[in-house]
């Protein structure tokens, strides 16, 4: 008796507790989550190959002087602005003046002993030729005939030594008058001072850099690998980044031979509408076309082993894998989802699959 009492007390506490259970289950309602959600669509971007280069000048000139002296001026400093046909440098005038006066003084000389020789020459040729009748007509000796000759060859060799003369001074002067001209360095192009390698009144040897002037235009210098050159060419848009700053630019040339060390190839990149500092590191996006497909916001996608996303479907969103292609900004080229369906955007991190969820617009 007192066992049936203890059994019939047991069924009772359990059928309590059961019935208890199901009517917390009863009272208690699942909560909706807020989300925010986009619809899918197929949408074309641009298809960017990115790689790491650093910023150049495209031109470095390095200015020299034709003629070794004392330089006299230096109208730039380190750093300063110059355009095209601005002066850099001048060598000092004073010798290179007096170099050229001494010059014109034997030029002068020169073409007085020339036209001296000519006359001389002009008389002696006049009075062969009467000679020459004379003589054939008997009427002067085979003697007379070789005196007046013999005048006329001297008088033809000393013309041409004066000519010779001439020349040579002439060439001279010329020479003195271009060194003249040359001792002021004018800048070809515009661009920024790199350096000036003299002082004034310092000798300044022929040829050797004076002045070092790299040109506004920039270039990015980008190693290309040999399995992109069939879509980077010459003429391929760029997009260079800086830090926090971004330049449109252009292929402008590509190397024909490989890099010793790395074996790529390098490409120029002008920049024009930027200015930055030389040696920077960049990130150059090449954009080598356009690609269709379903791009989403980079910002949606989960991961936990493998990349996925919530896709919002008759109050409830649902875990979908996907597979990642390319990227580009903030977006990126996924399969896996299909247009029509709806994404979420906003709220991803509080949601597991199977979630109810209440749409916010």
């Given amino acids: ?44 971007n641009p298809v960017l190959l990115s790689y790491i280069g650093t910023v150049d000048s495209k031109d470095i000139v390095k200015y020299s002087f034709k003629s070794t002296g004392k330089l006299g001026r230096v109208f730039v400093e380190k750093g300063d602005k110059v355009k095209r046909g601005d002066k850099l440098a001048q060598l000092d005038m004073q010798d290179l003046k007096f170099q050229l006066s001494a010059a014109k003084s034997t030029l002068d000389a020169a073409q007085l002993n020339i036209k001296k020789a000519r006359d001389s020459l002009s008389y002696d040729n006049d009075l062969l030729t009467k000679m020459n009748n004379l003589y054939k007509e008997g009427s002067i000796s085979q003697d007379q005939y070789d005196q007046v000759k013999l005048k006329y060859d001297i008088s033809n060799t000393t013309y041409n030594q004066a000519k010779t003369k001439y020349e040579t001074a002439k060439t001279d002067y010329e020479f003195k008058l271009s060194l003249i001209n040359d001792a002021t360095i004018y800048a070809t192009q515009d661009g920024s001072i790199v350096d000036t390698l003299y002082e004034e009144g310092e000798l300044v040897p022929q040829g050797y850099p004076s002045v070092i002037v790299r040109s506004e235009v920039q270039i990015v210098n980008v190693g290309i690998a040999q399995k992109d050159l069939k879509d980077i060419k010459i003429g391929t848009e760029a997009i260079v980044d800086i830090e926090e700053e971004r330049a449109i630019g252009k292929v402008t040339n590509i190397s024909e031979a490989p890099d010793e060390v790395t074996r790529t190839y390098n490409a120029e990149v002008t920049v024009e509408d930027k200015s930055f500092r030389l040696g920077s590191i960049s990130k150059v996006s090449f954009n080598i076309g356009v690609e269709s497909g379903v791009w989403i916001p980079i910002s949606t996608i989960m991961a936990n082993g493998e990349d996925y996303v919530y896709i919002a479907k008759e109050g409830r969103v649902f875990k979908r894998i996907i597979e990642l292609g390319e990227i580009y900004e903030d977006s990126v080229m996924i399969e896996g989802i299909d247009p029509g369906e709806l994404l979420v955007v906003s709220g991803m991190k509080n949601l597991v699959d199977g979630s109810k969820i209440n749409i916010e617009k």
């Fill in 1 to 44: 008796m007192k066992r049936f009492l203890l059994v019939l007390l047991i069924m009772t506490m359990i059928c309590t507790l059961v019935a208890c259970s199901r009517a917390e289950e009863v009272t208690v309602e699942e909560s909706a989550r807020a989300i925010k959600v986009m619809e899918i669509s197929e949408s074309e």
